[in-house]
């Protein structure tokens, strides 16, 4: 009988340590997670998202600040920053005429590193364009209209 009376504590024991574990586990989860979502050195944009997804309109909302209207890196932001705000009208001039559409993806997704001064300045727009609306994830027409849009601009290549 005083066998049967000791069982339940030890099983309560184990519960306690099952709860624990898993505490500790949703803990590792959670910092894990939150250490990924900070790459070194750029700001996270807490911006809302715009409920257009065309491009001209997503580059006032997100870009003009620093790159200017016209895309020519004049914006009212660009004074205030380290870095040089680059003119985005001559990404293709610079690239020997071809517009780096694979290369710019990244860059405004935040996976490419910007080769300048070490540090990024410019924000990584990926997690912003990607926020879901109701239940769908319009991220990357966002994303590829804001490309084509950029594509538009570009300044005729002297070189042809
Ligand atoms: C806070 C200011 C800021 C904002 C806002 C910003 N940028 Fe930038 N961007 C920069 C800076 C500064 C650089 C130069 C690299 C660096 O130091 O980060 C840059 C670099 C770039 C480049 C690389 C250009 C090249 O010639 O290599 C592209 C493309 C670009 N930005 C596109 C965008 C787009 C598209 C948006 C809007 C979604 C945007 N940027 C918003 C500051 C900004």
Redo the contacts with the bound molecule.
Sequence with gaps: MTHTLGTPPIRTIGRMTTFLFLVIALAVVVLAAAQSQQPSG??Q?SVPLIRSLEGPD??RA??A???GKDATGH?P??PS?K????D?T??AA?NGGKFPVE??RR??QGEGV?A??G?????I?GPVFHQVESDVDRGYVRLDN?IKY?ESLQAPSRKT
């Design positions: 750029s700001a944009p997503l580059y997100y870009c600040s620093c790159h914006g932001v660009a920053l870095a040089t705000v680059p985005l001559r990404i610079n290369r710019v860059i405004i910007i300048s001064h540090s990024r300045e410019m924000p727009w804001l950029l």
